[in-house]
């Protein structure tokens, strides 16, 4: 029996009680699985021009997960424990897009994939790949034009632009399939944080600040926070334009794809899909 259950129908408690004790239990999965899933359908019918902006709000914000990681660990000693301390600055741009409520594409690789598996027909698919679409390349442009920005000279201390310099390398750090298996973690935490949400209530933030620090300490690669430093390095003349799409951006949109999509959404929705039909998940 579940919490809500528990709470609801206990014959100790009477009908105001039973309600109390129902508000503060966690909610049943077919519960967060229609709270998510009508976020998705929600964004899927949103105009072009308010994903575009949303989206592309979502994009400069992210930037600040490069430079606050920037600015904490230019104060920090030079020590094996200074990137789990600034790992801290990289959930600020999660926290501003997440509870700002902007347009980020790895959410939506859980929340438009649910009405997808839901409804099973070619015109969700095919608002989902728009939705994708628009959003993807919003949120890029936000990116860049935010990368573009802190190659403004004098704006930050030589200290600053150091560590922004050495953190515009973590991209390109690893191998293609290394890059895939990152970005496939990455991906996955941060379904799992859009899974988390509805049932978070006070501790929205907390739960933000964990799951993007997880991102961070162990270095997995996200493609739209890791397009701020990617491009940065491009501007700086540090990497070429191809390394930026082949070393970076292609597979983490691989990873980061597969993660929130099929190790999520599809696990998910599998797991609650007979209290939707009545039958077989597939």
């Known amino acids: ?15 105001g009680e039973q309600e109390q004790a129902a508000d503060h239990s966690t909610p049943a999965a077919l519960v967060i699985h229609e709270i998510v899933r009508e976020e998705g359908e929600a964004a899927m019918e949103r105009t072009v021009s308010a994903l575009t902006w949303s989206a592309l709000a979502a994009g400069l914000s992210m930037g600040f997960s490069f430079l606050m990681q920037a600015v904490l660990e230019s104060g920090l000693p030079d020590s094996q424990w200074r990137p789990l301390v600034s790992s801290f600055g990289y959930t600020v741009g999660f926290v501003i897009v997440i509870l700002g409520r902007q347009q980020l594409f790895t959410e939506s690789t859980l929340s438009v994939v649910l009405p997808v ?7 969700t698919a095919i608002k989902a790949l728009r939705l994708w679409g628009i ?9 860049a034009c935010f990368a573009a920005m802190l190659q403004l000279p004098g704006v930050f201390s030589a200290d600053v632009q150091e560590s922004l310099d050495r953190i515009a390398g973590a991209p390109f750090s690893g191998a293609f399939g290394v ?8 991906g996955w935490l941060i379904a799992l ?19 993007t620090y997880v991102v961070a300490a162990c270095k997995l690669s996200h493609v739209i926070a890791g397009s701020v430093e990617g491009l940065y390095g491009v501007f700086r003349g540090a990497v070429g334009m191809s390394d930026y ?4 951006l292609i597979p983490t949109l691989i990873g ?22 009545g039958g077989d998940p597939v």
């Open 179 to 186: 890059t895939v298996v990152r970005a496939v973690l990455a």
């Open 245 to 248: 799409f082949l070393v970076f």
């Open 256 to 277: 980061n794809v597969i993660g929130g999509m099929s190790l999520v959404a599809l696990i998910n929705h599998a797991a609650i899909a007979p209290e939707i039909t």
């Open 135 to 143: 959003v993807l390349t919003s949120n890029l442009i936000g990116t």
């Open 1 to 15: 029996m579940s919490d809500t259950e528990a709470g609801s129908n206990s014959p100790h408690l009477n009908k």
């Open 117 to 123: 598996l839901t409804r099973r027909d070619l015109k």
């Open 193 to 211: 944080m859009v899974w988390l949400l509805p049932s978070a209530r006070s501790a929205r933030l907390l739960t933000v600040l964990l799951i």
